[in-house]
């Protein structure tokens, strides 16, 4: 991709949705979810149909989200304005995400919204009590967890996103935008769904086990990532 028009690689949208998904506050949170509903439901089946739900609304979300803002993006024709802030917010994000990784919560740190986590427990709480009295309004109240887990999670996540709709947004076509945007949230959502299946066989523990020994990596690939990738925008257009 080296001009405003031309689209970007599939490659490209492919790589940097694995490794948006593979951001520990995203799998943190979906952990904390399953074992919540598998505690709550008393059953795997709905744990997992509950799960499934939620990814469906993070998946809906993200791409509302993603379409509306290369919509602006093209409509105001700022487009490359965008591509360059998006390609400056990933090179930041990258170097934070490398900070975290050898001095971790030291300083400026990309986590989820300040009292994100307090605001998750207290609705979660809210499906538990309304699962009791109503099960249909518990299991639906699953979806309004997932947009908020989505808008929360931004400060965390978002940079890697941020920076394909920037991507996206360069070639002026919102036609072209859908379906990849179809296809980043797709490929975004699949290590989510590995996650619920490993979870249906009772594997949580062991998962969150692993997250936390493993984080510290997870934000040293995600950030050299973002390094790489920021450095390609920039070049791309000089």
Not at 4 to 10: H, R
Not at 98 to 107: H, R, S, V
Not at 130 to 137: E, I
Not at 189 to 212: D, F, H, Q
Request: net charge neutral.
């Amino acid at each position: 991709m080296e001009t405003i028009g031309q689209l970007p690689e599939l490659g490209l949208i492919i790589v940097t949705a694995l490794a948006d998904s593979i951001n520990p506050c995203v799998i943190g949170v979906l952990l904390f979810l399953v074992a919540f509903l598998n505690k709550t439901f008393g059953s795997r089946n709905r744990m997992l149909l509950g799960g499934l739900y939620y990814t469906v609304v993070v998946y809906i979300t993200y791409l509302v989200l993603g379409l509306g803002i290369v919509q602006v993006a093209v409509s105001f024709d700022f487009a490359r304005t965008f591509y360059m802030f998006a390609a400056g917010i990933a090179l930041i994000a990258g170097m934070l995400e490398i900070k975290d990784y050898l001095w971790y919560g030291k300083g400026f740190t990309l986590q989820i919204v300040p009292g994100g986590a307090d605001r998750i427990k207290y609705y979660t709480q809210k499906i538990e009590d309304l699962q009791k009295m109503h099960p249909v309004l518990g299991f639906l109240l699953i979806g309004v967890v997932g947009i908020f887990v989505v808008l929360i999670e931004l400060p965390c996540t978002g940079a890697p996103y941020l920076a394909i709709l920037g991507v996206i947004a360069e070639g002026n076509n919102i036609r072209e935008a859908i379906p990849l945007l179809l296809l980043y949230n797709l490929v975004f959502i699949l290590p989510l769904l590995v996650v619920i299946g490993l979870s249906y066989a009772g594997k949580t523990e062991a998962m969150a086990s692993w997250r936390n020994e493993n984080r510290g990596l997870m934000r040293l690939g995600i950030g050299m990532f973002l390094l790489l990738l920021g450095e390609y925008m920039i070049y791309s257009v000089a």
